[in-house]
């Protein structure tokens, strides 16, 4: 292994510890303070569906024997630049959003206090319904391909694979708009833990070093073409978590949010009418 493939395989893990860590401290966070106060489920719910297509992405790309073939057909005989430690983040995102959701749909079983931001948004709803609807329509196009269809000309299962990734990227892309709007309309970020977002930004900074190594390695950049979702997805992040950390440590910094009488008053007028429509 040359130094720069012992680099690669460093920053891979380094930045799947980042990430995983990442989801920890708002978990701990709400069940500490006994409240998801300051938060809006959209930000887990939407997020839930985006690892399970990550995991999807991740699991075809490194083990399906006809994805690796029809990506090959289309980029030069390479392989994808897809390792095992994304699938071991995927899977682990996953799971833990998962028990992230169940202190907004359930607080009961973790003795949390009932709080804005439970309901989702038409906004986050919507976007839920239509990545589903637009992953059922691709599959069943790919589906009805005649059987001699030649996968580089004609749609494919790689395709749909592809699908499935922008899926992820479109979430990335809005999940974390919600909060990000709630904390301006609140003027705090209190309930909003700071540590995941430097997790994930420094998760970030890692994901595209490592990709631009691996492409650099293989002397072919449609390594970052060919994975558009990862190379997307620590852009986009990393955009994101400098407006968090605008917020908290310059804009809101030290400010209190919205006092309990008026958080109750939201919870009577409707939360949709303090967030994304």
């Not at 991740?58 to 024997?65: D, E, N």
């Not at 309930?191 to 930004?201: A, E, K, R, Y």
Request: proline share 5%; net charge positive; charged share 15%.
């Amino acid at each position: 292994m040359s130094f720069l493939e012992w680099i690669s395989a460093l920053f891979g893990w380094v930045y799947t510890i980042c990430w995983s860590l990442s989801f920890y401290p708002q978990v701990i966070h709400n069940f500490k303070r006994k409240s998801t106060a300051g938060t809006t489920v959209d930000f887990p719910l939407i997020n839930v569906l985006g690892f399970a297509a990550y995991f999807v992405y991740t699991c075809a790309f490194y083990w399906s024997p006809l994805i690796r073939h029809q990506y090959a057909l289309r980029h030069n005989n390479l392989t994808p630049t897809v390792a095992f430690n994304d699938i071991a983040f995927a899977l682990h995102a996953f799971i833990v959003t998962t028990v992230l959701n169940t202190q907004y749909f359930l607080p009961s079983i973790w003795g949390l206090e009932r709080s804005p931001g439970r309901k989702p948004s038409r906004f986050i709803t919507g976007v839920f319904t239509g990545c589903v609807v637009g992953i059922l329509l691709i599959v069943f196009l790919v589906a009805s391909q005649p059987p001699d269809a030649d996968p580089r000309t004609s749609w494919a299962w790689l395709d749909a694979i592809y699908v499935i990734s922008y899926v992820k990227v479109l979430i990335t892309l809005v999940k974390y708009a919600p909060q990000l709007l709630y904390n301006t309309r609140n003027r705090s970020t209190k309930g909003w833990h700071i540590s995941q977002i430097l997790f994930d930004f420094s998760g970030g900074v890692l994901s595209i070093a490592q990709l631009g190594i691996d492409s650099y390695l293989q002397h072919d950049w449609s390594g970052v073409t060919g994975n558009p979702v990862k190379f997307l997805l620590g852009n986009v992040s990393m955009f994101y978590d400098l407006l968090f950390m605008g917020q908290h440590y310059y804009l809101y910094r030290g400010q209190s949010p919205v006092g309990a009488e008026e958080r109750e008053s939201l919870l009577e007028r409707g939360e949709d009418d303090r967030r994304i429509a």
